[in-house]
């Protein structure tokens, strides 16, 4: 009965022994089986993210060709605008030329149908700038201004030499005709050319009047003498109006 009961439990014992075997094997085809589909839904996963990306890349890369293209167009489009544009500029330029040789030439035949030539012209630009300057000369001669004559010819009546002498202009009795009374005696001298005359420009601190340069606006204002560069000619005057420092010549 011994010898039973242990042939019995030894056949049990192999029994469980060979079910827990194939239960340790199902399970390890269970694990094995579900790795499996875990790498396969990865795989596929991850060739389904590929493809979508080679996707994406394709659609980017026809994006950016489209992109290409229509700027293309558009700097082709620019281009054919801007030599459209320099086209319309040089006739118009064309234009402005033919023009204005057409007006130069009929400037041209209209002083030869009149008979005045360039250089008559110039010859009597330069004869009126002469005669300009020569006014401006005579007309600096004004009372009250010291002046020293220098000149050696006979003026005066009784005639006789007065270079180098000076003396206050006391009337103006015409343009560029100065009388004078001199500083040696005075004597009074009249019909003195503004040629035979040149003003006496004091010493610094002096007052002056300005008769001649400084511009137009300052001809005729007095002001204060300030200083004097014999090599330049030129003196520093200060107005008395404004106190506005200006630059005029000794002449």
């Keep these: 009965a011994l010898k039973e009961a242990e042939e019995i439990l030894a056949g049990e014992k192999k029994v469980g022994m060979k079910e827990r075997d194939n239960d340790g094997r199902k399970r390890r085809e269970k694990e094995n089986s579900a790795s499996r589909e875990k790498d396969l839904e990865r795989n596929v996963r991850s060739r ?8 994406r890349r394709r659609n980017e ?10 700027y293309q167009e558009k700097d082709k489009y620019r281009h054919q605008k801007g030599d459209r544009e320099k086209a319309k500029d040089g006739d118009r330029e064309r234009d402005k030329d033919s023009t204005r040789d057409r007006d130069r030439d009929r400037d ?21 700038r002469r005669r300009e300057e020569d006014r401006r000369r005579r007309d600096w001669l004004v009372p009250n201004i010291r002046v020293r004559i220098v000149t050696s010819r006979t003026i005066g009546r009784p005639g006789r030499s007065h270079r180098g002498r000076t003396g206050v202009v006391i009337d103006v009795p015409s343009r560029g005709i100065a009388t004078i009374r001199m500083d040696d005696g005075g004597r009074v001298v009249e019909n003195v050319p503004a040629e035979y005359l040149e003003s006496v420009v004091p010493g610094n601190g002096v007052a002056v009047m300005i008769l001649l340069g400084g511009g137009s606006a300052v001809v005729g204002k007095v002001g204060r003498l300030m200083e004097r560069d014999a090599e330049r000619g030129t003196t520093v005057i200060q107005l008395v109006e404004d106190g506005d420092v200006v630059t005029c010549d000794h002449e």
């Design 108 to 128: 041209r035949s209209r002083r030869n149908e009149r008979g005045i030539d360039m250089d008559d012209q110039r010859k009597r630009h330069k004869g009126g």
């Design 61 to 70: 890369e026809r994006e950016k060709y489209r992109g290409k293209e229509k």
């Design 48 to 55: 389904n993210r590929d493809q979508n990306g080679r996707e």
